[in-house]
């Protein structure tokens, strides 16, 4: 084998597994950790990858739509329709509750959310449903069944429930609509009717009940409350007798004004003999000043001024005539009599103030006793007058209320026989004339909605749980390229196809190949070759192996392809069928050699005599495998070496047909042999993680990993496949095109 057998970086083979030296495992593996970890986190799914699987499907999920749409409507019309009618009941807050007294004049509380949820589950209690179902004979009674019942209790006994009953109030309003559904349209209209009418009657039985309640309740304490009445009154009327009087209050009052007079008049006295007093001891010194600056002067003061007239004719007289002279004696006797009358004058003044004095002493004294003896009685009937007070008050507290009770009883009578108007049937309910159930449009786009939401969902979830390989960006995630993408092909005669993953059918390449037959599948192994051996011009590939990392990948249709595709440049090609345990490459070319590879291991015959040449194509020749032996493909790390470092010699282009590279021992022993490795993978079949752990196993091994062949990519595949396609049509425009000249 000359030196392009093997790669320039790697030594020449040494030892039974071809002399290369094999790396320590730590080096293999941890040389690039994130390259080939195989728990590596793989980046988010792109948009384009739920189109993708949307477009894939698409024919799925819109079958699968259209069966549920189908199914809705089978469905929807094989139920029975049911009709629903409503009746509807206004409540007027505003509406007193009696016609006269207090409920008259009450006024409605802000509750009016609280008290229409209220109204609510009264209209679905047990009292207002019962005389309904038992006037319509409804059996559709919540409860226990016969057989859960506790002993002796009987179906009737349990509440009643109309499920089919729907109460519900609508927004901003005071308003209660009453729906029943039934299969019948007019019982459906009776019973919602029979419900507003049972509600109606309820609440005035409940009314008149509490009202009936009420006034029994009060005519028994009005016997008692008579009773008590009485006694305070006789109490007030004993009391009366006892102080002799009718209205003690009346009294104390005549007696609080009176002894407010008798305090004023005593106080008046009081001044009055102080100030007869003061008199009395100023006259009473004998001073005609004092005596005519009291309230007697007047007459003295009238005899002073006389005297004073008197003693200056006096004066005159004497000055005149002289003290012998008869007038003399005349105005002396006049002076003398004056002067008399003065002292008189004075003592009379002095006796009268004293007796003025003496009257106002008297008169203080009397008040002051007539005070006393007063306030003394005044004090003595305001203290009985609080015993009076309270026997009166509780008199009169009995009385009102006994009056109030009456008034309350005869009020409660005539509120309970008021029918209230609060209430009152608004629409009564009429039998509908269309079914509210099934409604076949709404139940269709559902079913389209949740079969759509359905089956997108089993797509995505689907496309989550596959770990096949189908996107080129899946195996360069593995540190390693795709060389190339076959598409697959559906007509399988006449025509150089790959062979579908588990299929039955051969291949066989026949004779007319090398003509002009161009098809989407020939360009991909054409591309394949081109991408392979035009990479490296510094390593030219001479050998190379075609392995897939599980069965049934196509590989040996690839290696085959590959070699034919190689032969028809005029270039010498070898395709050796390398796997001994499963060939398959004498089916493919039609061949019928008994001997092969298996005879050139076991027997020692040279490899040539073994050989068989394409009969169409000159500088292909087939190397077949044999009969097929486990026990020989053991021996292919023995005499393969040999036989490549020969046919390299002789050929431009080596190409082993390897088997399976996972579970079999021979493909890593091919793959130290080789130029280059080319994986095999079916798109949407083989395994990511067996692919990677292929990948893995080659790179640990130091392989030359040429890439990854990804075969039998269909039209719906993503974009990333599309270009063969494209090619195909380009080439079919071109033949049409030609056509025309």
């Known amino acids: 084998m000359n030196d392009k057998s093997f790669p320039r970086s790697l030594p020449a083979p040494a030892d039974d597994m071809g002399g290369r030296n094999m790396p320590a495992p730590s080096e293999a593996y941890w040389g690039a950790p994130n390259a080939f970890d195989p728990q590596a986190e793989e980046p988010p799914v792109p948009i384009s990858q739920y189109m993708w699987v949307l477009k894939r499907h698409r024919w799925k999920i819109a079958s699968f739509t259209v069966a549920c749409m189908l199914a809705a409507v089978v469905i929807s019309k094989r139920l029975t329709p049911i009709y629903e009618s409503t009746a509807t009941v206004d409540i007027d807050r505003q509406m007193p509750t009696g016609i006269i007294g207090d409920a008259a004049m009450q006024m409605s509380l802000n509750d009016a959310d609280e008290f229409l949820a209220t109204q609510i ?28 019942m506790p002993q002796g209790v009987t179906a009737a006994d349990a509440p009643v429930a109309l499920k089919s009953l729907k109460v519900t109030r609508p927004s901003n309003t005071y308003l209660l609509q009453l729906s029943y559904r039934s299969t019948d349209a007019r019982l459906a209209a009776e019973v919602a009717n029979a419900v507003a009418r049972s509600y109606l009657q309820h609440t005035y039985e409940i009314r008149y009940r509490s009202s009936a309640s009420l006034s029994a309740f009060m005519e028994k304490q009005l016997e008692e409350l008579k009773a008590k009445m009485e006694r305070s009154s006789q109490a007030l009327v004993a009391f009366e007798k006892e102080l002799n009087v009718i ?27 102080v100030r007869k007093e003061a008199a009395y001891k100023s006259v ?9 600056t009291s309230t007697q002067g007047e007459s003295l003061k009238k005899l002073l001024d006389r005297l004073d007239e008197v003693q200056q004719q006096f004066a005159d007289v004497k000055v005149q005539y002289g003290v012998n002279h008869p007038e003399y004696r005349k105005a002396a006797a006049q002076l003398a009599e004056i002067q008399r009358q003065v002292q008189a004058a004075g003592a009379n003044i002095v006796q009268r103030v004293q007796v003025e004095y003496e009257e106002a002493l008297n008169r203080e004294a009397t008040l002051e006793k007539t005070v006393a003896e007063t306030k003394d009685e005044f004090d003595n009937l305001n203290a009985r007058s609080f015993e009076y007070q309270s026997l009166k008050r509780e008199a009169d507290a009995d009385k009102k209320l006994y009056e109030e009770l009456v008034t309350k009883i005869k009020e409660a009578g005539i509120n309970a026989g008021f029918q209230n108007s609060a209430i009152r049937i608004a629409d009564l309910a009429r039998p509908a ?65 790959a062979l579908t993953a588990g299929g039955s059918n051969v291949a ?32 030219r590939v001479r050998t190379m192996m075609v392995g897939s990392p599980s069965p049934s990948e196509g590989k040996s249709t690839v290696a085959s392809h590959l070699a034919l595709a190689h032969a028809q440049q005029g270039r010498k090609t070898l395709i050796i069928d390398a796997d001994l345990r499963r060939p398959s490459l004498h089916r493919r070319f039609d061949i019928t050699a008994p001997t092969g590879l298996t005879d050139v291991l076991t027997t020692g015959i040279d490899w040539h005599d073994v050989l068989v040449p394409h009969a169409s194509v000159p500088d ?3 190397l077949p495998a044999g009969p097929p032996s486990r ?46 490795v080319l994986l095999v993978a079916l798109a949407g079949s083989t395994n990511r993680k067996a692919l990677r752990t292929a990948v893995t196993t080659l790179n640990r091994l130091r392989a030359n990993l040429l890439g990854v062949a ?32």
């Open 121 to 148: 589950k009264l209209i679905q209690s047990d009292s207002v449903l019962r005389p309904v179902a038992q006037e319509l004979h409804l059996a559709d009674q919540a409860g226990q069944s016969a057989a859960r």
């Open 631 to 676: 026990r020989v493909a053991d021996l292919l790390g023995v005499g393969l070496p040999r036989i490549l470092e020969e046919a390299s010699a002789e050929y431009n282009l080596v190409i082993l047909d390897s088997p399976p590279l996972l579970g079999f021992p021979e493909p890593l022993e091919l793959a130290c042999l080789v130029d280059g």
């Open 508 to 539: 066989v390449i026949p004779a007319d190949t090398a003509g002009t037959t161009f098809s989407s599948y020939e360009e991909a192994i054409r591309t394949l070759r081109n991408s392979i051996l035009l990479t490296d011009f510094d390593r």
């Open 710 to 741: 990804l075969n039998e990519v269909k039209a719906d595949g993503e974009s990333g496949y599309y270009y063969h396609y494209y090619s195909a049509k380009y080439y079919r425009h071109y033949e049409t095109s030609a056509s025309n000249f």
């Open 433 to 497: 004339v269309r079914p509210v159930f099934p409604n076949t449009m709404l139940n269709v786009m559902l079913s389209a909605f949740f079969a759509l939401l359905l089956s997108i969902g089993g797509a995505f979830v689907a496309d989550a749980l596959n770990n096949t390989v189908r996107d080129p960006e899946q195996i360069l995630r593995m540190n390693t390229e795709v060389v190339a993408s076959l598409p697959a092909i559906r007509g399988w005669r006449n025509r150089a196809q």
């Open 620 to 622: 292909l020749h087939i």
């Open 247 to 273: 209205n003690p209050e009346e009294k104390t009052s005549i007696l609080s004004s009176r002894l407010l007079q008798l305090n004023t008049e005593y106080t008046n006295a009081q001044g009055e003999r």
């Open 284 to 292: 009473k010194g004998g001073s005609i000043e004092a005596a005519q």
